[in-house]
């Protein structure tokens, strides 16, 4: 352990080291690195899903529940999204020297803000070896050099991944040390990770509750958390029915195992009898079960094909990760909002109507990251917000919200021109 302790500190004391270097690094070289990823992942692909392999049959044999192996295994067409996501990073906007917010005081000061990396961001998380890839790419267009500490389950993976960012950074001129891969899977370790303030400005675990609580309580340095989302998508009286149907649909089925997946329906009763035959029909179909409380159960029944079942105090508040969702009717939109604000963790709630006021006051009053009208909670997603990646969701307030892009990687500096002035 000695040594494997050891061996941590010099890649954090190294990633410290490449993060000063990295904060002036040009646009240029960074979008270059990006690029040279984007084709390695491609050119490579057959080493990087033989690795995986080894990981999602190791996973299997273990007995890992159906939406982890859903998160942990690539695919050709995972890695041509992962590369695109990548290449998206590269073609946005290098948020590294943005001058902001400049005035000139009356004694003639001319003061704004500068934006800068945040240094080096440590990320600890689970299955999902993608993460390997949003996390760097992002990391390095911010100017962050950036400390990776995958779950044991994607060791294979993440280790020839990070293989393939490190050489293709070091090939464009990347400061080396700039990503760096925790290999050991102990466990211990951890604990030491999270006391290296010295080295780490930032640390974003993602993973499961058990995991975010761990590193929020055990952490020296700030933590940004998030990724649990129990999701609402509520339907009121004044919806459009077809609307409806399809939203709760796509926000059930699309990906069921991920946290923006839907995982309570609130109905308005007005409208229970006409929308609740049609989305179960159409749920029952994609072969999802439906948790319902006595009044959804008494418009659906016991129809044959429907896999409705009476929901729990348990069901409310629970993120499923799996073709599951709880059903309620409500009575107001006023009900719809208490149920929220008690069972919500904050990560993405929609409704659906065709009431401008019924929606602002949705908009206005749920106390989440990410409010929609009218869509599908399945776009909280940095990819699908414009940010080509992201480096989690964060369902706190500080000092980012939401999906974690390139400009919640940064922070600024206040910058002060003066011709001679003193203070009196």
Known sequence: MKLAIEELEAKARAAKAASRRLAYLSTEVKNR?????ADDLLAKRDD?????????DRGE????????????????????????????????????GEVFDMRT?????????????????GAIYESRPNVTIDISGLCLKSGNAVILRGGKEAISSNTALARVVQE?????????????????TDRALVNHLLKLRQFIDLMIPRGGADLIKFVSENAAMPVVTGGIGV???????????????????????????????????????????????????????AGV????????????????????????DADWGKEFLALVAAVKVVDSLDEALQHIERYGSGHSEAIVTEDYQAAMRFLNEVDAACVYANASTRFTDGGQFGLGAEV????????ARGPLGLTELTTYKWIILGSGQVRP
């Open 48 to 56: 990087i899903l033989a690795a995986n392999k080894i990981d999602y």
């Open 33 to 37: 690195a990006l690029s040279y990823i």
């Open 105 to 121: 005081l009356p004694n003639g000061l001319l003061i704004g803000r500068k934006r800068v990396p945040l240094g080096v961001i």
């Open 392 to 399: 989690g969701i964060s369902t706190q307030k500080l000092h």
């Open 289 to 312: 079960e439906m948790h319902c409380d006595k009044r959804a159960l008494a418009v659906l029944g016991l129809k044959p094909g429907l896999k409705v079942i009476p929901a729990t």
């Open 168 to 184: 293709a950074v070091t090939r464009a001129g990347v400061p080396e040390g700039a990503v760096q891969l925790i290999e050991n």
């Open 61 to 96: 044999a273990s007995g890992m529940g159906t939406a982890m192996l859903d998160r942990l295994m690539l695919s050709v067409e995972r890695l041509e999204a992962m590369a695109h996501d990548v290449r998206t990073v590269a073609a946005l906007p290098d948020p590294v």
């Open 231 to 285: 999701c609402h998508t509520y339907v009121d009286r004044n919806a459009d029915i077809d609307k409806a149907v399809a939203i709760a649909f796509n926000a059930k089925v699309q990906r069921p195992t991920v946290c923006n997946a839907l995982d309570t329906l609130l109905v308005h009763a007005d409208i229970a009898e006409r929308y609740l035959p049609r989305i179960a029909a159409e749920w029952a179909r």
